[in-house]
Each structure stands twice: as C-alpha cells, then as structure tokens.
C-alpha cells in the first residue's frame, strides 16, 4: 500500500469543467489533485477563436484560455499530474486512482473527462481542422459570413448545425450518405423548408481539399455509383455526434445509452456516493464551454459539501 497521503479531493480531466472545479476546490483549502490527461485542456485546445466565453470582449483563443484557468488553478495551490488515468476503482473508500501503476486515493472524485466530437477519420480533416473544418457550428459559424458550407451528418445536430449555419452562410449542404435520416421529423422539415439549405444524400466526403492554409472544396463520392465528384466549399462542419470519454468507467458508474454519466437532476452526484461528474462527460445537451465550467463549479461545491458532511472535514 502507497503512503501517500489520502487525498480530498481528485479531479479527472483537465478542460474547463475540471479546471473550474480546481479553482473552487483549492480556494476552499482542499488541496485538489488534478491528473489532467496526456492531451490536457481538453476540446478547447482543438479550438481558434472562442467568442462566446463571458470575460474576453474580443474573443480569445481556446488554447489560451485553458491556460489562463490552469494558472488561476495553480495560483490556489491545485497539483497537476500530466498523465493518463488508465483504472480506477470505486467500489470502497477511499477511491482508488491508477496512473499505471501509481496509485492515487481519494475521499472525492470528480470526473470531467469530456467528450469528443466523433470526426470522419480522414488526414484532411485532420491537416484542416480549425482552418475550414471544424465540429462545432455555434463556435465557428460566425466565421463563414457569406461563404458556402457543408454539413456532414443525418441526425438532430446535423440538422441544428445547418440552421444555425444559414444565420451566417450564404449557403449550406447537407451531406448523407443515404437519403435515410435519423433525425426528428421536425428538425427534419424545418431543414427543408429552409430556401439557403440543399441537401446532398447518397454522397460521403472523401478528402478535404485546401491550399494549405484553408479549405476551398471537398472531394465526394456517391454511394450508389462510386462516381467521385468535388464541391467548392469554404468550410465544412462534422456533426455525426460526440462520444463522451467515459470508456474508464464503464460497469462501474450509470451511463445513457449514448455513454454520457448519468448526474441527479440539479446536482453533480453519480450513482457513487462521493464521485461527481461535471461538463460534457455528462452534458449532451449544451456542450459549451461556459457551461462546463458552471458545472465543474457545481462539483466542487458538491463535493466539498459532502466532505463536511460524511468525513468533518
């Protein structure tokens, strides 16, 4: 057994849910540990301008802004380990973390492992991201004034995308790979009736094509014909879904069907007593990032709340 000392509190994840949740945390004297992943800071880092976060009248980066919130954490005395969590084990106090093989153990735990947007894997996509392409329409959409875009997907957020998209754009695809949609009726119809929306069914992206800097066209191919064909676009939105990062958790914490942690209603708790969950880990609704800090504040309250209550802290 390690001699560490049992920690008040670990925080799992490192975006600004996590990162909120450290701030309040180590300003309540807990002396937070946060692992923050391999890949910290989380969906923000894959992201340019961030103009909708309260506080930056001129919009700020996304990677900037992580730091900013890792400073203010770190200024409170939070400790931050950049390694991936690969176990944990939940099932009698305190909580057991593992990082290899180090182990961590705590009397709280939040998990603000985020989400990722589910992309179409392509290299592309990926030399392109953040420069035509991107997964997040209210993010990036103000962007594309006057330009033409596509939509890549078939479900309710393909649909709100490309809505949301016509407030900007001069006009908007919608690429499907069939002519089969899983969206709503509604969300359906409302895309149709909308005269800057066409649709493009049968057809599936098969490489983004750019200068270098952005992206001008992408390269199609129809399902039915294998014909190949490309569309002059300046951007391209992937809204085929997000997959929360909850892989570490699963048969031990509740979880939707999508994957999302189940939190009560108004609260950050999960089915654990003493583990909460805040952010997009356990939030398909909203997925923003003022939200996910709302909610990295609600976990730090919760469980600095329960600390007092079960350990008089």
Partial sequence: MSDKKIENVIIIGSGPAGLT????SARANLEPLMI???EAGGQLMITTEVENYPGFEHGITGPDLISVMRKQAERFGTRFITRNVTKVDFSSRPFKVYVGNDLYEAKTVIISTGASA???GLPSEKQYMSRGVSACATCDGAFFRNMEVGVVGGGDTAMEEANFLTRFASKVYIIHRSDNF???KIMLD???KNPKIEFIEHSVVEEVLGDGKS???VKMRDT???EVNEKKLQGLFIAIGH???TKLFEGILDMNEAGYLVTKAGSTYTNVDGVFAAGDVQDPIYRQAITAAGSGCMASIDSERWLEANEGH
């Fill in 182 to 184: 899983r969206a709503s």
């Fill in 224 to 226: 039915r014909t294998n």
């Fill in 190 to 192: 409302r895309a149709k």
């Fill in 36 to 38: 923050e992943g391999e």
């Fill in 21 to 24: 949740s450290a701030v309040y």
């Fill in 118 to 120: 589910k992309l179409l």
């Fill in 215 to 217: 992206i001008n066209a």
């Fill in 243 to 245: 997959r929360p990062n």
